[in-house]
Nanobody
Framework: QVHLVESGGGLVQPGTSLRLSCVDSGTSFDRNGMAWFRQAPREEREFVAAISWGSSSKYYADSVKGRFTISRDNARNTAYLQMNSLELRDTAIYYC????????????????WGQGTQVTVSS
């Protein structure tokens, strides 16, 4: 079973950084692809970043490439999203997701989801 809990969101100013964490209390974390998605007010949920089970493959949305970094620590059953140079457009609820095996950009591929953590970028 997979149970994902995100943390680390908050209210920050433009140009600053946040690190989101996603802890899986299940037993298959090291065999699952992990991803972050986000949903801004009145927008569709969109892909942010994904990482394969062994961290050999990482994928990013163009809008965050060079600013965000996805990583994971399989020993801690935790995935991270380091967000630097935050912009107003990064304001959204950020969701962690997991799927068996591969990491992909498609939210339909992910079987398990966290409850989300709010990130607000405001001056």
């Amino acid at each position: 079973q997979v149970h994902l809990v995100e943390s680390g969101g908050g209210l920050v100013q433009p140009g600053t950084s946040l690190r989101l964490s996603c802890v899986d209390s299940g037993t298959s974390f090291d065999r699952n692809g992990m991803a972050w998605f986000r949903q801004a007010p009145r927008e569709e949920r969109e892909f942010v970043a994904a990482i394969s089970w062994g961290s050999s493959s990482k994928y990013y949305a163009d809008s965050v490439k060079g600013r965000f970094t996805i990583s994971r620590d399989n020993a801690r059953n935790t995935a991270y999203l380091q967000m630097n140079s935050l912009e107003l457009r990064d304001t959204a609820i950020y969701y962690c997701a997991a799927q068996k095996g591969m990491a992909t950009r498609n939210q339909e591929d992910y079987q398990w989801w966290g409850q989300g953590t709010q990130v607000t970028v405001s001056s």
